[in-house]
Structure formats: structure tokens, C-alpha cells
């Protein structure tokens, strides 16, 4: 199993910043892209930003310029930052990855996790 873990949430003003963290941990072999995805109350879960390996990059329209994906390989953890939040940004942020795991039986095999969530509220 391959778990990722959030943190970084929290309540900001607007105009604020926060920068999320996401480590990935277990039998992991390779990850081939981690992401942000967000929820907001009543609304579907949307992309938010993702980056591969090699460092590849993409943001949805709401965020170019705004926030800012980065990913440190070795200790397998993705980045958010997050710059002129916006109210409309308030969601529950969740973190993904997908890619190679290896089994108890030292096979390999996909996977694909998704954090916990971490709460975003940007008040007006």
C-alpha cells in the first residue's frame, strides 16, 4: 500500500498565502505524477495542479499564476504554494499520486492513492 499524508490547511484571509505538503510513503517503486485536486462544498472534485517526474507541469485556469507545484523526488512529497488566495479557492484539498508499487511478494504492480484531505477557508 502506498499512503499519502497532508498538511498545511488552515484559514487565511484574502491575499494570504499557504503552502500545502503531501509525503507518499510505503512500497513504493516509482511515482510517476502527483497532483492537488479540490472539492468545494456542493461542487465535483477538480484538478488543481499536477507535475511528473520529470517535472512537467499543469494548472488549472483559476490558478495559473497564483500557485505553484513542486515535487521533491527523493523524499517523495509534492508541494502547493499558494499565493493571492481567493475566496473561491475555500475547498477541502486533496493530494494524488499513481504509479509503481512493489507487492509483499516483490512483484510490481500500479497504484494510485489519494491523501485524506486538508481543509483550505479563505475568508473575505
Known amino acids: 500500500q502506498v499512503q499519502l499524508v497532508e498538511s498545511g490547511g488552515g484559514l487565511v484571509q484574502a491575499g494570504g498565502s499557504l503552502r500545502l505538503s503531501c509525503a507518499a510513503s510505503?512500497?513504493?517503486?516509482?511515482?510517476?505524477?502527483m497532483g492537488w485536486y479540490r472539492q468545494a462544498a456542493g461542487k465535483q472534485r477538480e484538478l488543481v495542479a499536477a507535475?511528473?517526474?520529470?517535472?512537467?507541469?499543469n494548472y488549472a485556469d483559476s490558478v495559473k499564476g497564483r500557485f505553484t507545484i513542486s515535487r521533491d523526488n527523493a523524499k517523495n512529497t509534492v508541494y502547493l504554494q499558494m499565493n493571492s488566495l481567493k475566496p473561491e479557492d475555500t475547498a477541502v484539498y486533496y493530494c494524488?499520486?499513481?504509479?509503481?508499487?512493489?507487492?509483499?511478494?516483490?512483484?510490481?504492480?500500479?497504484?494510485?492513492?489519494w491523501g485524506q484531505g486538508t481543509q483550505v477557508t479563505v475568508s473575505s
Open positions: 507535475i511528473t517526474s520529470g517535472g512537467s507541469t
Open positions: 494524488n499520486a499513481y504509479g509503481l508499487r512493489v507487492g509483499a511478494d516483490r512483484t510490481i504492480s500500479d497504484f494510485a492513492s
Open positions: 510505503g512500497s513504493i517503486f516509482s511515482i510517476n505524477a
